[in-house]
């Protein structure tokens, strides 16, 4: 990428309109006053410096002025005039805040995983004359300067740290240019991490890994329920074995809960019901059952 410079000798509206508007009055005042051709030739030179004198910046730009060579200052934005031949304007600065994107390819991480990174910086000139007298292509200069220090950052984190840290990573990167640039009259004011891209394979292990780990981690906690059961069930075998009486209101409990379902059948074998003296009871439930069905 280059920088935002215009021509050198550009001649912009205004300059155009003097220079013609100089011509035709060296025209007429040659065909109808003077009738000299050294006058006209004097006349034609001078519409032209002073044409050339003329220049115009816009209103993010500055203007670089050199004299025979020499910096002198910045002019603009807006009109300006300048010494034609002694003065000549090198080169116009953009201030505005820039977007410059860059990536890092096949580049190693920490844990030697090639990883392809992509970011953003944007940047502003806020020191024209520093971007115009320390750097030659300023612009070039910051785009390899972020891509040298996006290579060096990933170097030095594992994969894990460039996934789930992204705004560390910027901003350590963003640090690392401001150092390089500031000299320069230019400062970074965001880096964004876009897009970081792993290998197919890896990529695919990962998400394999990711599903197992998930996996683990449902049969743990079904063993983990597993165990907290069978320790509830031993508490309360403990309980039933010394309270016979407990266990057979367990068991009425039971049975009942089972009655309460509608259309529901249940099987009881008749040694459980003459051991909980439940047979009674189940016949009077099940004639209450036959009663409300011939009712409805």
Request: charged share 20%.
């Amino acid at each position: 990428m280059k920088a935002h410079i215009k021509p050198k000798q550009d001649l912009n509206p205004v300059a155009m309109t003097v220079l013609i508007s100089l011509l035709a009055a060296d025209i007429i005042l040659y065909f109808f006053v003077l009738n000299s051709i050294p006058v006209l030739v004097v006349g034609i030179l001078l519409s032209a410096l002073i044409a050339a004198s003329i220049h115009i910046a816009d209103q993010w730009e500055k203007a670089v002025v050199l004299r025979m060579g020499k910096f002198v200052g910045l002019k603009g934005p807006g009109l300006f005039f300048i010494i034609p031949i002694i003065d000549r304007v090198d080169n116009y600065i953009d201030q505005r805040v820039r977007v410059t994107d860059f990536k890092a390819e096949e580049t190693l991480t920490k844990d030697t995983v090639p990883v392809n990174v992509d970011a953003v910086v944007y940047w502003t000139v806020w020191d024209v004359e520093k971007a115009a007298l320390e750097v030659q292509e300023y612009t070039n200069a910051v785009t390899y300067i972020a891509q040298t220090g996006l290579r060096d950052i990933i170097g030095k984190h594992e994969l894990a740290d460039l996934l789930q840290n992204r705004e560390k990573i910027a901003e350590a990167l963003q640090s690392t240019l401001d150092e390089h640039t500031n000299p320069w009259g230019i400062t970074c004011q965001n880096v964004g991490i876009k897009d970081i891209v792993i290998p197919a394979a890896l990529a695919d292990a990962m998400s394999k890994q990711a599903q197992a780990e998930r996996e683990r981690q449902a049969r743990v906690i079904l063993g983990t329920a597993e165990t907290e059961i069978s320790e509830k069930f031993a508490k309360a075998s403990e309980n039933y074995l010394n309270n016979p009486v407990a266990l057979q209101l367990r068991g009425m409990n039971m049975l009942f809960e089972g009655l309460k379902e509608k259309g529901s059948l249940i099987i009881v074998p008749s040694s459980a019901l003459e051991s909980m003296n439940l047979g009674a009871i189940g016949g009077l439930s099940a004639l209450a059952e036959q009663a409300e069905s011939k009712t409805k």
